[in-house]
Antibody, heavy 120, light 110 residues
């Protein structure tokens, strides 16, 4: 069974870089599927951040593209999110998720979510 | 990219059927059969309920069904149960090779 576990600092200062990691168990991220991030501000809806394909291609939300980097470490079977120049608007629960197993468009496995607050 | 439009809330009584709409454009919902639906209970991660417009993952009740007409996709829950009370989000692939979620709908079982 595939399991995703996100981790990272729960508090980030404005203008700094938010960094999160998602550890994957039960599946090798280097052999297939799309792996990415989705966030949800408190009391609000879901927002797709971006994902990468195992071949190395990356795709980002146009509204965040200038600040986002998703990278992968196949040796540790984990992938990471970096979001630079954060503001209070980036306060959210950040989910890591897998897409492409059942169907290319279905996010079928999600991490538990990591709450990140941007505040000084 | 703009969020897909969903009603903020849909109420229903136990045993009733309800339908949640998800309106997009010709660049997302109207362009592809890549619409999925997610159920989210408070404090929990979203759960995939429908993919590719009308397919259910293994383990999801057949009381959940999906459809699409033009630029609008729909999720129908039949035989509404108390455990169906949750937030529901649609999602679509877009012509920019990105993904967009809906604004979310709170289903209340009266």
């Amino acid at each position: 069974q595939v399991h995703l576990q996100g981790s990272g600092p729960g508090l980030v200062k404005p203008s700094e870089t938010l960094s999160l990691t998602c550890n994957v168990s039960g599946s090798s991220i280097g052999v297939g599927y799309y792996w990415g991030w989705i966030r949800q501000p408190p009391g609000k809806g879901l927002e797709w951040i971006g994902n990468f394909y195992h071949s190395g291609s990356t795709y980002y939300n146009p509204s965040l593209k200038s600040r986002v980097t998703i990278s992968v470490d196949t040796s540790k079977n984990q992938f990471s999110l970096k979001l630079s120049s954060v503001t209070a608007a980036d306060t959210a629960v950040y989910y890591c998720a897998r897409r492409g197993f059942i169907s290319d468009d279905a996010f079928d496995v999600w991490g538990q979510g990591t709450m990140v607050t941007v505040s000084s | 990219q703009s969020a897909l439009t969903q009603p903020a809330s849909v109420p229903g009584s136990p045993g009733q059927s309800i339908t949640i709409s998800c309106s997009g454009t010709g660049s997302d919902v109207g362009a592809y059969n890549f619409v999925s639906w997610y159920q989210q209970h408070p404090g929990k991660a979203p759960k995939l309920m429908i993919y590719d417009v009308n397919n259910r993952p293994s383990g999801v009740s057949n009381r959940f069904s999906g459809s699409k007409s033009g630029y609008t996709a729909s999720l129908t829950i039949s035989g509404l149960q108390t455990e169906d009370e949750a937030d529901y989000y649609c999602s679509s692939f877009t012509s920019s090779s990105t993904y967009v979620f809906g604004t979310g709908t709170k289903v209340t079982v009266l």
